[in-house]
């Protein structure tokens, strides 16, 4: 039997970040002919993780390996596609999955947000320039501090000036708070570079808020870098990360995990039971539509 390997990506209303998402499904089956690879949402678009798994059961299949396509360790990483699988091995007895990691800030990731900032401004003039690497934001630290790494490590070693931390949900600073603190440090030139996969309502946002900033500081010169996208290098991230769940190699990042470190402010997350998302293509959601159980962005 081929290996068989599911990504499943978060969703999103825009039909660009879905089409994104489907063309790097088709480019993760390119890299591994000898497998059986389907793609499946998390919510707000189809096809949900049922049909998904639906198409490899029916291909035969009793084990099926999952990577999530995210880009830190939050709430859907952690509790919602977990809870979604399990629902699923409910449904087909015998069906056994094998979990991966997210992506993290992966060096090939690193090396594509280099390249995003270098076609907006040449080399020699990133000792002069500010970034302000935007992620998503999550109510769970461990998933922030992620971001914040990652902004350490895009600085580290490239000669940027500084890469400050913003969010564009659920978090702070904010994309405002992020570009006023790069304006307080002396800078005049601005790069906004969302830590995002593919195009989507948040990523819109972003660009919303950056100009909005930007028309009312009409004195720096503000720039933002585009979306991470299904190149190659992400194909390359999900198949080394699938390849980890079979080597034995797979890192997770419990240690300051809020379900089972009691953090402050956040110690009602301790053990907390996961349910899953309710999907808007998938029967089993009550209410015909996603967020039945009031996750909302």
Partial sequence: MR?????????????????????????????????DVQGGFLELAPPPIQDA????????????????????????SKGDIPAALERERLRHPGLVFRYGRPLGSHPDLLCVAEARLEALVPRE???????????????????NAEVAKTA??????????TVETAFISLATPSVPQGLDRAVALGYRRVVVLPWFLFAGVLPDRITAQTG????????????EAGLIGPGEE????????????????????????????????????????????DHPDDPADPHGHGHAHGHAH
């Fill in 3 to 35: 290996p068989a390997l599911l990504v499943i990506g978060h969703g999103t209303k825009s039909e660009a970040g879905c089409a994104e998402f489907a063309a790097l499904v088709d480019r993760v089956q390119l890299r591994v002919p000898y497998a």
């Fill in 53 to 76: 798994v639906n198409r490899l059961v029916d291909a035969g299949h009793t084990s099926i390996d999952v990577v999530p396509l995210v880009l830190v360790a939050a709430g859907h």
């Fill in 125 to 143: 003039l990133w000792a002069g320039t500010a970034v302000v690497l935007v992620g998503r934001g999550a109510t769970d630290p461990d998933a």
């Fill in 152 to 161: 350490r490590l895009l600085q580290e070693g490239r000669g940027i000036g």
């Fill in 212 to 223: 909005e900033w930007a028309a009312q500081h009409p004195d720096v010169e503000v720039l």
């Fill in 234 to 277: 992400l194909a390359g991230v999900v198949v080394e990360r699938w390849t980890e769940i079979g080597g034995g190699d797979l890192r997770m990042n419990c240690d300051t995990c809020a379900y089972r470190v009691a953090l402050p402010g956040f110690e009602d997350k301790l053990g907390a039971p996961q349910t899953p998302h």
